[in-house]
């Protein structure tokens, strides 16, 4: 895996804290890198989405896109740390 550094603005930051309080009162304890990986993983899904709608017929980009969806998006929904 690829390791990425990058700063992020100070209200992502408590965005962030925000998110990770309320994860640990729903009884679950995830990392910040946690948080930012699942937090890409539903932007491409809704990004996913919008696209198929903007685009209803099969192309190259959709197929790609397609290709990099959570294997189980009804089950990851059930684990979600957000």
Do not use: H
Request: glycine fraction near 4%.
């Amino acid at each position: 895996m690829d390791r990425f550094s990058f700063r992020i603005s100070e209200n992502n930051r408590r965005r962030l804290e925000i998110l990770k309080a309320f994860s640990v009162l729903d009884g679950k304890n995830p990392t910040m890198q946690d948080l930012v990986n699942e937090s890409i993983e539903q932007f491409f899904i809704f990004t996913y989405e919008k696209y198929c709608l903007a685009n209803p017929n099969s192309d190259y980009l959709g197929e790609a896109m397609e290709g990099m969806l959570p294997k189980c998006s009804e089950e990851r929904s059930s684990t979600s740390i957000l």
